[in-house]
Structure formats: C-alpha cells, structure tokens
C-alpha cells in the first residue's frame, strides 16, 4: 500500500529541502499539513500540489 502522509523529514528529503525550509512553508502556508495526536504530517497530495504549483507559476513567468 503507498503512503498517504509523510513526516517532515520525510518530506522535506522527497522535496530535496531542508526541515527548516519545510516549515516555513507550512508555516506560510505554501504546504498543507495535518496534526494527528500532536505530530505534523504532510499529506503526499500536498507535495504534488505544491509542485504543480511552482510549476505553473515558472511556466506563466
């Protein structure tokens, strides 16, 4: 079964990021997260969401 959420390490290595840069955008809202029993997890979709972003906005540039 694949994964539907990841830790923040585990996300910040699938973006080839940094933890800190991680959260800043979790905490500017860049990237969605979730809370379960007081530990963050970001959601796979979140991380394509993001990219599909960034990716439409370098194409309108």
């Known amino acids: ?7 923040v390490p585990e996300a910040a290595n699938a973006l080839a ?6 959260y800043q955008l979790l905490a500017t809202g860049a990237l969605a ?13 979140a991380l394509t969401d993001y990219i599909t972003r960034l ?6 540039a």
């Open 55 to 60: 990716v439409e906005k370098e194409d309108a």
């Open 33 to 45: 997260s979730i809370r379960i029993d007081g530990s963050r997890r970001i959601p796979v979709t």
């Open 17 to 22: 990021i940094s933890r800190s840069k991680l």
């Open 1 to 7: 079964m694949t994964r539907l959420l990841l830790t």
